[in-house]
């Protein structure tokens, strides 16, 4: 299989660097815990932690079909949590901002697989997509943010919590990261 290397572009926009200690993929199974947060957090910064996340994206073809690959990554070395303010209620907030990334990746997965793809669009289409949901994602992370004002506004927070959970159900059939799309030869 060759790498779709047309994608770089959208592969640069939605991935950060990451360093040291391996990214670790958004699981179900797998929450959130303050030992995933190596970063030095910085003595004067207003905020309480701070959540490195971006989607991880690999796109493969062999002619006629794509390989996909689409899904959060939390990175440990860009992440960090004031010691002093570390607790569980704090803990959930940031698994929240994960969990929005994973709401807007199985959109996104089910977007995917409702175009028609060729050989001519395939790579335009998939940008677009990509610049869509990662601008998606940008509004909804800062939305969620001023809403429960980083977690301080308690009812807002667990309005949060409640939504993000259901929309993770309603969209559960697009939760695998993986997935293949046909692309049409014109």
Same mark, same amino acid.
């Given at each position: ?7 770089? %572009? ?13 990214a670790?993929?958004?699981?179900? $199974?797998? =929450?959130l ?28 073809? $062999?002619?006629? !079909?794509l ?17 002093k ?5 704090? %803990?959930?907030h ?13 959109? %996104?997965?089910?977007? =995917?697989?409702?175009?028609? =793809? ?10 677009? !997509? ?14 969620? $943010? ?21 929309? %993770? ?18």
């Open positions: 299989m060759k790498i779709f290397s047309v994608l770089i %572009l959208a592969l640069v926009i939605l991935s950060s660097t990451m360093r040291g200690q391996e670790i993929p958004w699981s179900e $199974d797998r =929450l815990t303050w030992d995933d947060f190596q970063h030095k957090a910085p003595k004067h910064h207003v905020a309480s932690a701070m959540s490195d996340i971006t989607f991880k994206v690999d796109i493969k073809s $062999d002619g006629e !079909l390989k996909v690959f689409i899904g959060p990554s939390f990175n440990p070395d860009g992440s960090w949590g004031k010691e303010d570390r607790n569980d209620y704090l %803990l959930k940031e698994q929240v901002h994960f969990d929005i990334y994973e709401v807007n990746a199985r959109k %996104l997965r089910k977007e =995917l697989r409702t175009k028609t =793809l060729t050989s001519v669009n395939a790579s335009s289409t998939i940008n677009h !997509l990509m610049e869509k949901y990662n601008k998606l994602n940008s509004t909804v992370q800062e939305r969620y $943010d001023s809403e429960t004002n980083h977690s301080i506004e308690v009812k807002k927070q667990e309005k949060w919590n409640a939504e993000i959970a259901d929309e %993770l159900k309603e969209y559960s059939e697009f939760s695998s990261p993986e997935f293949d799309v046909p692309i049409e030869m014109k």
